[in-house]
Structures are given as structure tokens and as C-alpha cells.
């Protein structure tokens, strides 16, 4: 009878792994306005227009607190976990948090503002370099995409494996041998 060890921690690591991104922070910020975040998380985010509405995700059912400038205020997300709340902030730089339990959201907002540009000349008899400053890419969602392929890979895994007996036992031989 074959030993079944490495196909329970297949299947293990393959339920943590769903486990852990399935149950990963729900609340995000979707939209400033008609700015799309696209579930990033900056520090500074710029929005062009003044009087934006936050939209995002949070636990269904459950309240939402914005902190904006000092002025605290609540909103209950929807039974899908949307919510939204119309700012009414005008021009200038605002601080923002955003929290529902223990997931916290804190960036500056700037309203009526163009994202910076920060370029720096450097000029040398033979040669000029030109940099330009930009906003990098980044947010849980790789980790969360890298967690999920994982778990992907290691039930398919199991699966082949339990499909056949015979691939099954030379596998454990392997890795026992090894």
C-alpha cells in the first residue's frame, strides 16, 4: 500500500495556501474620484480634481472609519463589501486613514495637484544624464498571486499523483531513495 505523506502535505500546503490568501486583508481603496487605484498601496496618492468620493472593499456588512484631516466618520460597507464616501475636500494636501478592524489604509491625499515630477540634470563636458522620478508598482496582490499559483501547482500535483498509482510510487521511492 502506498504511503500517502506526501500527498496530505500536498493537499496541506496547497488549503494554506488558499487559506492564506482567501482570508488576506479585505479592505482596499478602489477609487479616488474617477482614479481607478487598482487595489495599489501608496503613501501619496495625486488626483487632479477636488471633491473626490472614496469607493473600496471591506468585510461585507461591517463599518468602515475614515480619519480625513482629524474629521473621523463612518460608513457601513455593503453585503458585498462595497462602500463609498463623498470627501468634500477641496484643494490641498490631506491626510487620510482609512480602517475596518485591524486593516488600516494611511496615505496623504493631494487634491488639485499633478503628480510631481522630479528630474535631475547632470552635465559633464562629454556627456548629459537625464533621471526622472516615477511612482513604482507594488501592492499585496503579487504576493497574494504568488501564494494562490503555489497552492495551484501543488494540488495539481497531488491530483496527478492520485490519478496514478504507479507515477505515485516511483515519486515516493525518489524522494525516500534521495
Known sequence: MPSYKFLSLFAFIGALSFFIVSSAATLTLTKIGVLDTQGNIYTDWYYSGTFPTLFGKAAPSQD?????????STVKASSTGD??????????NHTV?????????????HLGQTVPTTTTTTT????????????????????????FASGAIMLAAY??????RS?????????LKD
Open 97 to 109: 486613514v482609512i480602517s475596518q478592524g485591524t486593516d488600516k489604509l494611511t496615505f496623504n491625499l
Open 64 to 72: 468602515v472609519t475614515l480619519v480625513l484631516n482629524s474629521k473621523t
Open 159 to 164: 491530483l496527478y499523483f492520485w490519478g496514478d
Open 83 to 92: 462602500w463609498s464616501y463623498p470627501t468634500g475636500l477641496g484643494a490641498g
Open 124 to 147: 559633464t563636458p562629454a556627456t548629459t544624464t537625464q533621471t526622472t522620478a516615477s511612482v513604482p508598482n507594488t501592492g499585496i496582490d503579487q504576493i497574494g498571486a504568488l501564494l
Open 167 to 175: 507515477k505515485l510510487a516511483a515519486f515516493e521511492q525518489k524522494v
